[in-house]
């Protein structure tokens, strides 16, 4: 395993190929003594584009995930984590869903007002919005753009239930907002803690929160009445599956109250990557969890069935639902998800300023 920090979580900028658009490679003997000609490439830089949507709500009609509608403030990932299923979304814009997914970022600062429009809608029915469903909301650029903030706000004031999925203790800062909430039964924060292994999450998922602040993080929502969930998603066979039970047992003494877990997913794009990467930090077991998946996948890379997809098959599948199940039974994390109450909402206040 690789001993120094990893910047970036992909090893490579591979454009896609799934909508036949022109590949660029470089070529030529100078290739080979490039480093001795110009030096070492600079660092590769965050850059943040303003996008302006029509709508900001997306509407989900899965049988695998639980949530009618979502909102997704930004576009790409600064956190990096190399098994992100969002990545192939990059190519739609003619981006990699390599260094481009964690780099190249898109922000929806009308994301607000836009959302306030939606719940004015006549015939709006009201269901709870789940946010980092996508991509996470509270990333690195979330701390100047404020987004989430901002729709929270915009949720808070008209008593609409939101729930959270995010790898960032940025969400603490919120807490001004949410605690209030879910006082009310309108909020619930879940949590993403894959590995407890500082060097791992290093490379994993460079650039998000490390794992013991997302510890703590559960603690303070929870005990500012937040209820939390802890996320063991994904599970990656042969480098953070034996942790499972540590990260339930850590999670619970924090105050969570439910968890889930996913074997490690690899759509479209994600599989190359998650391959080259595998070879650059774990050039020892690469084959292994490789073949690992395939067994939990059908015989594939990845499995995109509905139903199947986010549970796995076979028997490698059946031992870590296995594991999960006690650990979490032992901890008292397998109790059924929060329900939030959608009697409160009243629908902001129209451009005349009628009364709710």
């Known amino acids: 395993m690789a001993k120094t920090r990893a910047t970036r979580g992909a090893t490579l900028n591979a454009e896609s190929t799934r909508f036949n658009l022109a590949q660029r490679e470089a070529d030529g003997d100078w290739l080979d003594a490039r480093a001795d000609i110009d030096g070492a490439p600079p660092p590769l830089r965050t850059s943040v584009t303003v996008e302006k949507p029509r709508t900001i709500l997306t509407r989900n009609n899965s049988p695998d995930v639980r949530f009618d509608q979502s909102v997704n403030p930004y576009r790409g990932c600064e956190h990096g984590c190399i098994y992100c299923f969002a990545r192939p979304s990059h190519a739609f814009h003619d981006l990699s869903p390599g260094l481009d997914f964690e780099s190249k970022l898109f922000a929806k600062p009308d994301a607000p007002a836009l959302l306030r429009a ?26 100047q753009w404020r ?73 303070t929502l929870s005990d500012a009445g937040v209820p939390v969930l802890v996320s063991l998603a994904p599970v990656i066979p042969q480098i953070t599956d034996h942790e499972i039970e540590h990260i339930l047992e850590l999670a619970a003494e924090a105050g969570a109250r439910s968890a889930f877990f996913m074997p490690v997913r690899l759509p479209h794009e994600v599989a190359p990557l998650f391959r080259a990467w595998l070879d650059t930090y774990f050039p020892d077991r690469a084959a292994k969890v490789m073949h690992t998946i395939q067994s939990i996948r059908g015989g594939r890379d990845n499995d995109p069935n509905f139903f199947t997809r986010m549970k796995g098959q076979g028997p490698w599948a059946d031992l870590l639902r296995t594991r999960f199940n006690i650990a979490a039974k032992r901890h008292g994390l397998d109790g059924d998800r929060v329900q939030l109450r959608t009697d409160l909402f009243r629908p902001p206040p129209g451009a005349q300023g009628e009364l709710f």
């Open 118 to 143: 939606e719940l004015k809608k006549r015939g709006y029915v009201c269901k709870p919005i789940a946010f980092g469903t996508n991509t996470d909301p509270y990333q690195p650029i979330a701390a």
């Open 147 to 219: 987004i989430t903030r901002g729709c929270i706000e915009v949720l808070s004031a008209c008593n609409h239930p939101i729930t959270i999925t995010t790898k960032s203790d940025r969400v603490t800062r919120d807490l001004d907002l949410l605690a209030p909430m879910a006082a009310k039964g309108l909020a619930a924060v879940m949590l993403s803690v894959t590995t407890l292994d500082p060097r791992t999450a290093m490379t994993v998922e460079p650039r998000a929160t490390t794992p013991k602040r997302r510890i703590a993080a559960i603690r």
